[in-house]
């Protein structure tokens, strides 16, 4: 018996980004969109709970209980009062510590997984529950499509996108610890005021069209200063992706992915071969968006 689902990679097109809350997490508006770059998770029963991984990156996933896909499993049976029993597989695709939610991916997954396994029947609104209790980014992982994230990101409001949206994506040669991020934002912050974070009504005008030009020019990352603070080369691979013709490049979240994005699929293969060549990143991967949320894809019954 298993059951496997898949869940998307997630750029944010607008990251705005609040002062220091007393809990130490910052208010946004953060407008996601999920990409066509998946990880998949499968879940089979087992004598206790262990994690396995592969794919490219996999050496630098944690296979303990600090494995989102497994706090997510222990957290579900913990509120059904059974053992979490299973066996989790995650085929790696999303980039670890890329700032494209892949350990929110796994999270989310795995969370639906377990559900359908063990026949759970939680309602969507306990499944998002649970994604939140896991991390800011879980909750969009399991919706998909594009979402204005306000709070600490988790509480949702899903967003109307009118086309397909092209992207190039390149993986940066080390990852980038989401709270050192957060961490430069507030000290390169010091001494100023910071705005309340508001999503942007042409952007959102943008997306709702499908227009990428519209999008290109209201995109914005105020994590973005602080990333290339902590990793200056960053400036070199969005000028090579600018140079080859991206309407716009930015850092993706937290971080250090860099995300480009075409006019049409062609010039997506332009600026992904100039990335290639210009030295300055691990890998390019081009994506589609917006992608559907966590997805049951398989299930065995043997
Ligand atoms: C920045 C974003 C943008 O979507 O993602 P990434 O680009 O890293 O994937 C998110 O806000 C990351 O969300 P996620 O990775 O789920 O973070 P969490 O586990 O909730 O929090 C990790 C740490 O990030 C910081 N944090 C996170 C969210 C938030 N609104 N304010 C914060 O200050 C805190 O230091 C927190 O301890
Ligand atoms: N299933 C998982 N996949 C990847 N990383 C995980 C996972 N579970 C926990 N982590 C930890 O979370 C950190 C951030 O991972 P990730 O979600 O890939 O990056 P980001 O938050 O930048 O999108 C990793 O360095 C790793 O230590």
Redesign the pocket.
């Known amino acids: 018996m298993s059951v496997t689902v898949r869940v998307p990679a ?1 750029v ?1 097109v607008q ?1 705005a ?1 609040g002062a ?2 007393p809990d ?5 508006a ?1 407008v ?1 969109l999920a990409v066509g770059l998946y990880d998949e998770v499968t879940v089979t029963p087992a004598d206790e709970l262990r994690v396995t991984c592969a794919g490219p990156d996999a050496d630098q996933v944690p296979l303990d209980r600090t494995n989102l896909a497994a706090r997510a499993a222990f957290a579900l049976a913990a509120r059904r009062g059974i053992e979490p029993a299973v066996h989790l597989h995650i085929t790696k695709d999303i980039p670890v510590a ?7 991916a796994d999270g989310a997954g795995a969370l639906l997984a377990c559900d359908a396994l063990w026949g759970t029947g939680a309602s969507r609104a306990e499944l998002l529950a649970i994604c939140a209790e ?5 909750p ?1 992982s399991l919706v998909g499509g594009a979402a204005l ?1 306000t ?4 509480r949702l409001t899903a967003l109307e996108v009118g086309g397909t949206f092209h992207w190039v994506f390149a993986m940066a040669r080390r990852g980038l610890s ?2 050192a ?3 430069e934002f507030d000290r390169m912050a010091e001494g100023r005021t910071i705005p309340e974070p508001e999503a942007s009504a042409e952007l959102l005008d943008a997306l709702a069209k499908g227009d990428p030009d519209a999008l290109a020019a209201t995109v914005s990352n105020d ?1 973005q200063p602080a990333a290339l603070s902590l990793f200056p080369e960053l400036a070199d691979t969005l000028a090579a992706g600018r140079d080859a013709g991206a309407l716009t490049a930015l850092v ?4 250090p992915t860099t995300a480009f994005l075409a006019r049409d699929p062609e010039s997506a293969v332009k600026i992904a071969d100039a990335l290639r060549t210009s030295g300055t990143c691990r890998t390019v991967r081009t994506a589609t968006a917006p992608a559907p949320g966590a997805t049951v894809t398989g299930r065995t019954d043997q």
Do not use: I, Q, W, Y
């Not at 130490?24 to 946004?28: A, N, S, V």
């Open positions: 997630k944010n990251l980004v220091a809350r130490g997490f910052h208010d946004l953060n996601f890329g700032g494209m939610a892949g350990g929110s896991l991390g800011s980014d879980v969009f994230g709070g600490r990101g988790e989401t709270p991020v957060f961490r994590l993706s979240g937290s971080g």
